[in-house]
């Protein structure tokens, strides 16, 4: 498993999180090739790395979800949000 140096990452909320200890999401950029994403809650937790694809695809995903969500379903983040 490859490790990366994070200790100077610029980790940014992801616009969806709330003040009021809800889901806080962060992501790192500017890692080249990975997207570092952590519960802001959590800082000096786990990191999970996710291939810089991979997360395009799952941004563009649930973007595209949240465009027609199921009546009962929670508000959507926009992908902008996310990432």
Known sequence: MREYDL???RWRKS???????GSCVEVADAVPGVVPVRDSKLTDGPVIVVG???WAEFVGTVGATCQHPPAAAHPCPSPSALG
Not at 15 to 21: A, K, L, P, T
């Open 52 to 54: 810089s694809t991979a």
């Open 7 to 9: 200790s100077n990452a």
């Open 15 to 21: 616009s969806y999180s709330n003040g009021e200890g």
